[in-house]
T-cell receptor, first 112, second 111 residues
Framework: GENVEQHPSTLSVQEGDSAVIKCTYS??????FPWYKQELGKRPQLIID?????GEKKDQRIAVTLNKTAKHFSLHITETQPEDSAVYFC???????????FGKGTMLLVSP | DGGITQSPKYLFRKEGQNVTLSCEQN?????MYWYRQDPGQGLRLIYY???????QKGDIAEGYSVSREKKESFPLTVTSAQKNPTAFYLC??????????FGPGTRLTVT
């Protein structure tokens, strides 16, 4: 089955810095890669996703890049703010009703 | 917070008791999922269902059971056979547009 590795497990940055979280996946058939943000005690919420026919996608301060050859994808957050502090999860699936396989998460702490 | 609900938010049980967690959605989604979340472990799939009256085991199904008698409902029973049931349980649903929507979760504590 699919295996998703996520690094780093924790990331501390100063407000205004950029943050990068990286994930690798094992199944070359995977074609859908979402990123979820989970605040303490809350539900995970989708913040951005990318499909395999696209190499990069941006939404304001957030971007995701995908390298299908190397089987890795990354989340980039620019101009970080304290409210970006949360746990971020990457995931991979073959799309449609296929199940998501999640990474173990990255705790991002943005200090003022 | 509408769309997919879970109840209760907190649940306490004694060891050896079965307990059922509720998950309801009004999004008209065909697929529903149950995940378990432990610190540092990410989200692990317990069971999923793509249509009514059908469901499949996920990666950690042992000690759990589910039913899918209605499209809107996908309850999870944590049985006494689950060796370490204390965890945060998340339910999710999706259409065929890939995105999974999560409920608010149930925190189960078994002592």
């Amino acid at each position: 089955g699919e295996n998703v590795e996520q690094h780093p497990s924790t990331l501390s940055v100063q407000e205004g810095d950029s943050a990068v979280i990286k994930c690798t996946y094992s199944d070359s058939a995977s074609n859908y890669f979402p990123w979820y943000k989970q605040e303490l005690g809350k539900r995970p919420q989708l913040i951005i996703d990318i499909r395999s026919n696209v190499g990069e996608k941006k939404d304001q301060r957030i971007a995701v890049t995908l390298n299908k050859t190397a089987k890795h994808f990354s989340l980039h957050i620019t101009e970080t703010q304290p409210e970006d502090s949360a746990v971020y999860f990457c995931a991979a699936s073959m799309g449609g009703y296929s199940t998501l396989t999640f990474g173990k998460g990255t705790m991002l702490l943005v200090s003022p | 917070d509408g769309g997919i609900t879970q109840s209760p938010k907190y649940l306490f049980r004694k060891e050896g008791q079965n307990v059922t967690l509720s998950c309801e959605q009004n999004l008209n989604h065909d697929a529903m999922y149950w995940y378990r979340q432990d610190p540092g472990q990410g989200l692990r799939l317990i069971y999923y269902s793509q249509i009514v009256n059908d469901f499949q085991k996920g990666d950690i199904a042992e000690g759990y059971s589910v039913s899918r008698e209605k499209k809107e409902s996908f309850p999870l029973t944590v049985t006494s056979a689950q060796k370490n049931p204390t965890a945060f349980y998340l339910c999710a649903s999706s259409t065929d547009t890939y995105e999974q929507y999560f409920g608010p979760g149930t925190r189960l504590t078994v002592t």
